[in-house]
């Protein structure tokens, strides 16, 4: 059944977020185990998900595209793989997408190919009649789980405990999830991406002698030792797996820290060692050392660059023919970016194969699933924010644009 513009479809059941009282603590990485089908976000498929080997998948991919026109734009994040990718209307990284939905206002559905908590975004910044679909609801994000709504409420209610609540500006990377964005809004904060980390902890600063920065430390870190000239000692992390409600922390520790970083990290960025960049500088002499500042310091420091994904693109684009790159972010990226340089060698950080696994669970079949799905008529995977949720996510995301 095709249906036609404004028509009424069907909703499988959405992923929602920011309801009162669903909120609580997830495991990391609950991907499909069958332990806690209440915490696992979906991994069924209402209806057929086409094999992988299905000879006929590109074919079936450009027809359900094609019947959608413009009642669907599909947006791939960087770090999509090329059998995905070749199906965006537009690319980008996570905040550019999430922009780039919102010029759309005539798309009924914006089929997000990326993780959880851009799709959140994206339906956070895109009209209500406008709706967000995601073609694997198991593709997340390790990091932006690694602060959950109530371990943010326990750290907050033990620096209220401190009386050190009123010195604290949160600033949450654009990794996070709606929930913890509602939170930075709900506490005058901001928003930030790894572009403009370092204006937004700025203007954290300007308006409180703290910053808890959420969830990953690496970014948080880099930006305020490389970036704004702090010491590392300024910085301290707030674990929340640590005994005790105060993040592993002293009270002193506490009162004397202008950081106070989440211990989140990404489990791509992560990995990367200051082994990698010398064992890369020993295999090809003279290659320029890139990588993103979700990195560890101690790899950001052995680098010679330090940028964004987008900064990323750009540098390596206008380097000159014949120079050497070896990229520390995630390997879709880094073989698109060798390809679209033959003129340049343009080599990954690590020597061994590292992919985001999560963002890598958006396949052929499963947007082929998608996409047929919703031309048929049917909306499956809808992403959705609660309205009290948005609203304050918004004011923090809004917080970002008007930053100095
Ligand atoms: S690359 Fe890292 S931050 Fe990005 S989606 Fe994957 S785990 Fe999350």
């Known amino acids: 059944m095709t249906t036609m513009p404004g028509q009424i479809l069907q909703a499988e059941p959405a992923a929602r977020t920011g ?14 185990t069958g332990a806690d089908p209440d915490s696992e976000r979906g991994v069924d498929c209402p209806g057929e998900l086409p094999p992988a080997s299905d000879p006929g998948l590109v074919e079936r991919a450009r027809a359900a595209r094609a019947e959608l026109g413009d009642r669907a734009f599909v947006l791939g994040h960087h770090y999509q793989r090329d059998e995905v990718i070749q199906f965006a209307d537009v690319t980008g990284d996570s905040f550019k997408l999430a922009k780039d939905a919102a010029a759309r206002p005539g798309a009924e559905f914006i089929v997000f190919c990326g993780v959880h908590f851009m799709a959140e975004s994206a339906d956070i910044l895109t009209s209500a009649a406008q709706k967000v679909v995601l073609p694997d609801l198991a593709a997340g994000c390790s990091m932006a789980d690694m602060a959950t709504y109530n371990q943010v409420e326990q750290c907050w209610e033990a620096l209220e405990d401190l009386g050190l609540a009123d ?21 005058g904060g901001t928003v930030c991406t790894s572009s403009n980390a370092r204006r937004a902890v700025s203007w954290a600063l300007s308006r409180g002698s703290k910053v808890l920065f959420l969830p990953d430390q690496h970014l948080g870190r880099n930006t305020a030792v490389l970036e ?22 002293s009270a002193e520790q506490l009162h004397d820290a202008t950081m106070i970083l989440w211990r989140g990290h990404c489990s791509v960025h992560g990995r990367f060692s200051p082994d990698c960049v010398t064992d890369v500088r020993a295999r090809i002499p003279g290659v320029n050392v890139i990588v993103h500042p979700e990195c560890q310091h101690e790899v ?14 750009s540098t390596i684009e206008q380097a000159p023919a014949g120079s050497a790159w070896a990229v520390g972010t995630e390997l879709n990226l880094v073989q698109r970016l060798a390809v679209s340089h033959p003129d340049k060698t343009v080599v990954f950080l690590d020597k061994t194969v590292c992919y985001c696994s999560t963002m890598n669970r ?22 959705t924010v609660g309205d009290q949720t948005a609203a304050q996510a918004r004011a923090a995301l809004d917080q970002m644009l008007a930053l100095p």
């Open 19 to 32: 309801r009162a009282g669903t909120r609580r603590s997830l495991p990391l990485l609950v991907l499909g």
């Open 300 to 313: 950001v420091l052995a680098a010679d660059h330090i940028g964004s994904t987008e900064k990323i693109i």
């Open 362 to 383: 958006i396949d052929l079949p499963h947007l082929v699933w998608a996409l047929e799905s919703l031309a048929n008529g049917r909306l499956v995977n809808q992403i």
């Open 167 to 187: 010195d604290v500006i949160p600033v949450t990377y654009m990794n996070s999830s709606a929930d913890i964005k509602a939170f930075t809004g709900r506490h």
């Open 228 to 249: 704004l000239g702090m010491s590392l000692d300024d910085c301290v992390v707030w674990d929340p797996h640590a005994p005790g409600d105060t993040g592993g922390l």
